[in-house]
Antibody, heavy 120, light 106 residues
Framework: EVQLVESGGGLVQPGGSLRLSCVAS????????MSWVRQAPGKGLEWVAN????????YYMDSVKGRFTISRDSGKNSVYLEMTNLRAEDTAVYYC?????????????WGQGTLVTVSS | DIQMTQSPSTLSASVGDRVRITCRAS??????VAWYQQKPGKAPKLLIY???TLESGAPSRFSGSGSGTEFTLTISSLQPDDFATYFC?????????FGQGTKVEI
C-alpha cells in the first residue's frame, strides 16, 4: 500500500524557519518525482515545489523562490521542504504528493498534510 | 507562467443533475490537464489526467474533455457523494498549477 506521511508542521513566528518531512512507503521512491502542495485555510490548492528522481532538478512557485528548498534522501525514502523567512501568507496545510515517473499522470497519491501556522 | 481560470466558483445542483465545470488555460497546453475532487479535511483525490483519461477507481460518471486552452469536467448524473470541491491542474513543463476550485453544493 502506497503511503505518504508528512511531519514537521507547527507554529512559527514571521521570519522564522521550519523543515517539513515526508516519508514514502509502498512504492519505488527513487523512480518518482515528488511535489509539495499547500492549501491555506478555506482556500484552494497551490503547487509549491517539485524535485526529480536524483535531486538534480528543482522547480518552485514564484512566491517561495529563494525562501523554500526542496530536497530528498532516497536512502530514507523521504522528501523535505526547508522553509525560511516565513510569512503569514505561508500559513497552510502542506501536502506531499507523488509526481511523475516517466510522464506526469496526475498526483495519484497524497499524504494527510501537516499544518504550518505563521503568526506572532 | 500558465494561469488556470476555473468557473464557476460555486455551483448549486441536485442529485441526478448533469454538471459541467470549465477550466481555461492562459496559453495552449495540449491535453496536459488533470482534475481532482476534494472533501473537507481530506487530501484531494485524482479523477482525470491527460484531460480525458479516467483514473483507476474513479466512477465512470466523471468524464473530461478539451484540449488547447479550454477544458471541461462533466459529472453525468450527480450523486450524493459528489458534493465536494473540484480543482483542475495544468502540467505543462514542470509546473503543476491549479485552478481556483469549484464547490459543488446542494
Amino acid at each position: 500500500e502506497v503511503q505518504l506521511v508528512e511531519s514537521g508542521g507547527g507554529l512559527v513566528q514571521p521570519g522564522g524557519s521550519l523543515r517539513l518531512s515526508c516519508v514514502a512507503s509502498g512504492f519505488s521512491f527513487s523512480v518518482y518525482w515528488m511535489s509539495w502542495v499547500r492549501q491555506a485555510p478555506g482556500k484552494g490548492l497551490e503547487w509549491v515545489a517539485n524535485i526529480n528522481q536524483d535531486g538534480s532538478e528543482e522547480y518552485y512557485m514564484d512566491s517561495v523562490k529563494g525562501r523554500f528548498t526542496i530536497s530528498r534522501d532516497s536512502g530514507k525514502n523521504s522528501v523535505y521542504l526547508e522553509m525560511t523567512n516565513l510569512r503569514a501568507e505561508d500559513t497552510a496545510v502542506y501536502y506531499c504528493a507523488r509526481d511523475e515517473r516517466v510522464v506526469f499522470l496526475g498526483f495519484d497519491y497524497w499524504g494527510q498534510g501537516t499544518l504550518v501556522t505563521v503568526s506572532s | 507562467d500558465i494561469q488556470m481560470t476555473q468557473s464557476p466558483s460555486t455551483l448549486s445542483a441536485s442529485v441526478g443533475d448533469r454538471v459541467r465545470i470549465t477550466c481555461r488555460a492562459s496559453q495552449p497546453i495540449d491535453t496536459w490537464v488533470a482534475w481532482y475532487q476534494q472533501k473537507p479535511g481530506k487530501a484531494p483525490k485524482l479523477l482525470i489526467y491527460d484531460a480525458y483519461t479516467l483514473e483507476s477507481g474513479a466512477p465512470s460518471r466523471f468524464s473530461g474533455s478539451g484540449s488547447g486552452t479550454e477544458f471541461t469536467l462533466t459529472i453525468s448524473s450527480l450523486q450524493p457523494d459528489d458534493f465536494a470541491t473540484y480543482f483542475c491542474q495544468e502540467y505543462n513543463n514542470y509546473s503543476r498549477t491549479f485552478g481556483q476550485g469549484t464547490k459543488v453544493e446542494i
